[in-house]
């Protein structure tokens, strides 16, 4: 847990952060977001003392942040910035190790850590273990930087922008990989963020701040549906219920009941998979995605090399892991009214137009009238 009660930093007469006050429950994952200059980096830096607050208290854990030296509470805090920061002299192994040699693991120890990190960023230990940073790309980098905060396994992260620097194709996987990662460690995280529909699709909590005050701290449903002034209104953005499709998994939303049929052992398929239904997917005998069978063409008499249509799942189908968001964007740029969904290759479910439709449409009816009312332009007390 990580509380903050009235924080506050000043230079001079400037304030920088002015009373800002919120809680992260343990093992969720709070985004501070905002304009720049807001005051975002500045909290999270408080939260290690690379700044030193000028009033109000911090706690990590119960512990007062200021009742430890500095490097004693970092090595207990992961940090992950926008620039990775990783030692260009150090291997890959080296960088990873860095804190816990500092906390004096053992060698026997440190050296499976390593490994068991390298596989849980998604790079193979083999490969990359033995890799200086010169010879890693941006979105290779970044996820060391992630393993080397999680090295000591601390309850607490803190990334600044971690993904800002990244293309958009790799930002997006990375976003992913972290979702991931956080489902299975649960840490108590603390993330800053620039960009909206990265703060909603990976956090519990946001805190949205604008020149140093808080505005609103809530989840991302309610920073939709309820923005508590006109500030939060229009910073979240008209487009609210799409943006609400990146909150909903492709894997909570999607049909399993769906017509399969099967190629067989000589070459045909299984004709009797069709029913009443135009179209069904075609899978081989292990249950991997190849194509898509039109039952018309084949009760008119057609080749069942007319009937089908080949795909390459890699191209034409979506992950259970990834977002409604996604998945749409994935199918307004095949022209798919419908899209298999696939695990490795093999056919799980199906998302329709109809059944993302009926998610955007399910939200609070107030996220339709907003845009009617009028809202408080005030900052909260």
Request: net charge negative; hydrophobic share 40%.
């Amino acid at each position: 847990m990580i509380r903050l009660d009235n924080v506050v930093k000043r230079y001079g007469d400037t304030t920088a952060v002015d009373g800002v006050s919120f809680e992260v429950p343990t093992g969720e994952v709070c985004v501070l977001i905002g304009p720049s200059g807001c005051g975002k980096t500045t909290t999270l830096r408080m939260i290690n003392r690379l700044i030193e607050p000028s009033g109000g208290t911090i706690e990590v854990d119960g512990r007062d942040i200021m009742s430890a030296r500095p490097e004693e509470l970092r090595r207990h805090i992961g940090y992950v910035i926008q620039s990775v920061g990783l030692f260009p002299h150090l291997t890959v192994a080296d960088n990873i190790a860095t804190v816990p040699r500092l906390l004096g693991w053992k060698d026997e120890r440190i050296k499976p850590r390593i490994g068991e990190l390298l596989e849980l960023v998604g790079l193979d230990p083999d490969e990359y273990a033995g890799k200086y940073p010169r010879q890693l790309s941006g979105g290779e980098a970044q996820r060391i930087g992630v393993a080397r905060a999680l090295a000591a396994d601390p309850p607490v992260l803190l990334m600044d922008e971690p993904f800002g620097a990244v293309d958009p194709l790799n930002r997006g996987h990375l976003q992913g990989e972290f979702a991931r990662i956080q489902r299975e460690l649960k840490k108590t995280v603390i993330f800053v963020t620039h960009d909206v529909d990265e703060a909603i699709r990976l956090a519990d909590r946001i805190a949205l701040m604008r020149d140093g005050r808080l505005q609103q701290y809530d989840t991302p449903e309610a920073l939709l549906d309820h923005p508590a002034n006109k500030f939060v209104h229009d910073f979240m953005g008209a487009d609210r219920a799409l943006k609400r499709l990146g909150r909903v998994l492709v894997g909570d939303a999607m049909r399993t009941d769906i017509e399969v049929a099967r190629i067989l052992d000589a070459g045909d398929i299984d004709r009797d998979a069709c029913g009443d239904a135009r179209f069904v997917y075609l899978v081989d005998g292990n249950g991997l995605l190849r194509g898509w069978v039109d039952c018309h063409d084949l009760d008119e008499g057609r080749s069942i090399d007319d009937a089908v249509t080949e795909i390459d799942w890699r191209e034409a189908s979506v992950a259970p892991d990834i977002s409604l968001k996604d998945a749409l964007s994935t199918m307004i740029g095949l022209g798919f009214r419908s899209i298999p969904v696939t695990e490795s290759g093999t056919l799980v479910g199906s998302i329709t137009l109809s059944s993302i439709e009926a998610t955007m449409t399910s939200s609070d009816s107030h996220i339709t009238q907003l845009s009617g009312e009028t809202l408080s332009s005030e900052e909260p007390s």
